[in-house]
């Protein structure tokens, strides 16, 4: 899906290079007091650290970095800088104390471009528009609002059992279907319970290509903006066929469901949903501009269903991994799950009370994050920060994936363990809560959080009180050993694996199979 550089493409090269040869020039005439920039590798001239910036799990490179060069490392790119941070300290001081420098996002794109994620307003620009999206957003999915959510996520997790029981061996397709199917009941109304929809071919697709498109220089029109004229019929333009082909897909998966809840709420048909009641809301403003009021329900809308679709799978993935290397904390979650529910199945009433429960999503978080170095701000003015200069557009990254895997504070940090959250049973709040790295920083805090969580506390409680999750036997007959391996890219995924997954006995199947007749 790349576009290779041939003959004919050296003078869009060129170009580019003479582009980045003026910025470059005009950075340096930025910076009148000649403050020293943060330490970093040292680049060439002009090109900076093109050949040896990491494409692949860069937080990992990154973490090697700080090991030399500190907690804040400086490098540029063809004359785009970039800053990685690596401690709590500098996130705080930069995305948190200087927020306004440093809420913005840098321009992506062949993903909100190319792809048609121009509606997801997580990749916004800082700004009124913005803040128009995430107060929306943050009214209709905060978490005093969950309560109401609370129903369809029991009714959806259990419908997961009963499919596990069924099938376990499709554990993972399951999951997806769990969390599409969720998601597009909460968001517009409308349950998914076809395996075989053609949504979650569609979802695959769009996600699918988002992941790709967030590797660093994997496509060369995020260097050269003027590729994204480039006719479809030119040779070596069948990146561009496949994204326009991707775009229509995302249209179709964003926009359709808005307008289809639209038409039911027009003929008092519609299902109680987060996007009817932003629609009734603008009924509710007399004299807004409904065409743009309707926009932004639109786009909170679409950016809630896609983020949510998708990184819950990834953790829940990441959990069944979990479970099955590591034994021992399967079997103190289901003495702490046996204890509580003396043979029913958890519901959200039960979170206080179970704290191992509990201690596991928070480590699932830490051991396994989706977005190891969580969405790139952008400054949007120049700095001076520590007696360094951070010039305008600096590209700022939190290595969230280094201050949850610090050896200093986490103790043998590529084990899972949930204990390290607790002290006499009990939540220890003394230790680096992951919660405040997991999900973004500042201003641009995932505004969805709060349901991830909701989602991963109740499958991973429902799943461990009526399961056991065991490694894949080998060709002997033996347990295989699983390991932690997981994909190199911006979006991480758990690498494909097998586990066995038992009914915890006789009783946990009939107890699954009855939650059939009480929906």
């Given at each position: 899906m790349?576009?290779?550089?041939?003959p004919?493409?050296l003078?869009?090269?060129?170009?580019a290079?003479?582009w980045?040869?003026?910025?470059?020039i005009?950075a340096?005439?930025a910076?009148?007091?000649?403050l020293?920039?943060p330490?970093?590798?040292k680049g060439?001239p002009i090109?900076?650290?093109?050949?040896n910036a990491?494409i692949?799990s860069p937080?990992?490179?990154y973490?090697?970095?700080?090991?030399?060069?500190?907690?804040m490392?400086?490098?540029e790119i063809?004359?785009q800088?970039?800053?990685?941070?690596?401690s709590?300290?500098?996130t705080?001081?930069?995305?948190?104390k200087?927020a306004?420098?440093?809420s913005?996002r840098?321009?992506?794109i062949?993903?909100?471009e190319?792809?048609?994620w121009s509606?997801?307003f997580a990749?916004?620009?800082?700004?009124?528009?913005?803040?128009?999206?995430?107060?929306?957003f943050?009214?209709?999915?905060?978490a005093d609002?969950?309560?109401?959510?609370q129903?369809t996520?029991?009714?959806?997790t259990?419908?997961?059992l009963?499919?596990?029981?069924?099938n376990?061996?499709?554990f993972?397709?399951?999951?997806?279907?769990l969390?599409?199917?969720?998601v597009?009941?909460?968001?517009?109304?409308d349950?998914?319970?076809?395996?075989?929809?053609?949504l979650l071919a569609?979802?695959e697709?769009v996600?699918?290509?988002v992941?790709e498109?967030?590797i660093?220089?994997?496509f060369?029109?995020?260097?050269?903006p003027a590729?994204?004229?480039?006719?479809?019929?030119?040779?070596?333009?069948g990146?561009k066929?496949r994204?326009?082909?991707?775009?229509?897909?995302?249209?179709?998966v964003?926009?359709?469901?808005?307008?289809?809840v639209?038409e039911?709420l027009?003929r008092?048909?519609?299902?109680p949903?987060?996007?009817?009641s932003?629609?009734?809301?603008?009924?509710d403003k007399?004299g807004?501009?409904?065409?743009?009021e309707?926009e932004?329900v639109?786009n909170a809308?679409?950016?809630?269903?896609?983020g949510?679709?998708?990184?819950?799978?990834?953790?829940v993935?990441a959990?069944f991994?979990?479970?099955g290397?590591?034994?021992d904390?399967?079997q103190?979650?289901?003495q702490?799950?046996?204890a509580v529910l003396?043979g029913?199945?958890p519901?959200?009433?039960?979170?206080?009370?179970?704290?191992?429960?509990?201690?596991i999503?928070?480590?699932?978080?830490?051991?396994?994050l989706?977005?190891?170095?969580?969405l790139?701000?952008?400054?949007?003015q120049?700095?001076?920060?520590?007696g360094?200069?951070?010039?305008?557009g600096?590209?700022?990254i939190?290595?969230?994936?280094?201050?949850?895997?610090?050896?200093?504070?986490f103790?043998?940090?590529?084990?899972?363990?949930p204990?390290r959250?607790?002290?006499?049973?009990?939540?220890?709040s003394?230790?680096?809560?992951?919660?405040n790295?997991?999900f973004?920083?500042?201003?641009?805090v995932c505004p969805?959080r709060?349901?991830?969580?909701?989602?991963?506390?109740i499958?991973?409680?429902?799943?461990?009180?009526?399961?056991?999750?065991?490694?894949?036997?080998?060709?002997?007959?033996?347990p295989a050993?699983?390991?932690?391996?997981?994909?190199p890219?911006y979006?991480?995924?758990?690498?494909?694996?097998?586990?066995?997954i038992?009914?915890?006995s006789?009783?946990?199947g009939?107890?699954?199979r009855?939650?059939?007749?009480?929906?």
């Amino acid at each position: 899906m790349g576009i290779a550089i041939r003959p004919y493409s050296l003078l869009l090269v060129s170009l580019a290079f003479s582009w980045r040869v003026y910025a470059y020039i005009k950075a340096r005439r930025a910076n009148p007091r000649r403050l020293p920039y943060p330490p970093g590798p040292k680049g060439y001239p002009i090109i900076g650290s093109l050949f040896n910036a990491p494409i692949f799990s860069p937080w990992l490179k990154y973490d090697k970095w700080f090991k030399i060069y500190g907690d804040m490392i400086y490098f540029e790119i063809l004359g785009q800088s970039v800053l990685v941070l690596g401690s709590p300290q500098r996130t705080s001081d930069l995305f948190e104390k200087r927020a306004t420098t440093y809420s913005s996002r840098p321009r992506m794109i062949m993903v909100m471009e190319m792809l048609g994620w121009s509606y997801c307003f997580a990749a916004f620009p800082y700004g009124a528009w913005w803040r128009r999206h995430y107060r929306l957003f943050h009214h209709h999915f905060s978490a005093d609002k969950l309560v109401k959510f609370q129903p369809t996520l029991l009714r959806t997790t259990r419908s997961f059992l009963r499919r596990l029981l069924s099938n376990p061996d499709d554990f993972l397709d399951h999951t997806r279907l769990l969390f599409l199917s969720s998601v597009m009941e909460i968001t517009y109304g409308d349950p998914v319970e076809d395996p075989h929809d053609p949504l979650l071919a569609n979802v695959e697709v769009v996600l699918s290509a988002v992941t790709e498109a967030l590797i660093p220089g994997r496509f060369l029109v995020d260097v050269i903006p003027a590729l994204k004229y480039v006719p479809e019929w030119l040779p070596g333009a069948g990146w561009k066929r496949r994204a326009n082909y991707v775009k229509k897909v995302n249209e179709l998966v964003s926009r359709r469901p808005f307008e289809i809840v639209k038409e039911k709420l027009a003929r008092g048909t519609a299902a109680p949903s987060a996007t009817a009641s932003m629609i009734e809301d603008i009924e509710d403003k007399p004299g807004v501009n409904r065409a743009e009021e309707e926009e932004v329900v639109k786009n909170a809308a679409a950016t809630a269903f896609a983020g949510g679709s998708d990184t819950t799978v990834s953790m829940v993935g990441a959990f069944f991994l979990a479970m099955g290397m590591y034994p021992d904390v399967q079997q103190k979650a289901q003495q702490e799950l046996d204890a509580v529910l003396s043979g029913r199945l958890p519901d959200f009433s039960d979170k206080p009370s179970l704290p191992y429960i509990r201690a596991i999503v928070k480590e699932l978080l830490r051991w396994h994050l989706v977005t190891p170095l969580a969405l790139p701000h952008m400054t949007s003015q120049e700095d001076e920060y520590d007696g360094f200069y951070i010039p305008k557009g600096t590209i700022v990254i939190g290595n969230s994936w280094s201050m949850l895997h610090d050896p200093e504070v986490f103790d043998e940090p590529m084990r899972f363990m949930p204990e390290r959250y607790l002290k006499d049973g009990q939540p220890n709040s003394e230790v680096r809560d992951p919660w405040n790295f997991a999900f973004g920083y500042g201003r641009r805090v995932c505004p969805g959080r709060h349901m991830g969580d909701a989602s991963l506390f109740i499958t991973i409680a429902s799943v461990l009180s009526v399961f056991d999750i065991k490694p894949p036997l080998d060709d002997e007959g033996r347990p295989a050993t699983l390991g932690a391996e997981f994909t190199p890219y911006y979006l991480s995924y758990p690498v494909p694996f097998q586990v066995r997954i038992i009914p915890r006995s006789k009783k946990a199947g009939s107890l699954i199979r009855d939650t059939e007749l009480m929906e």
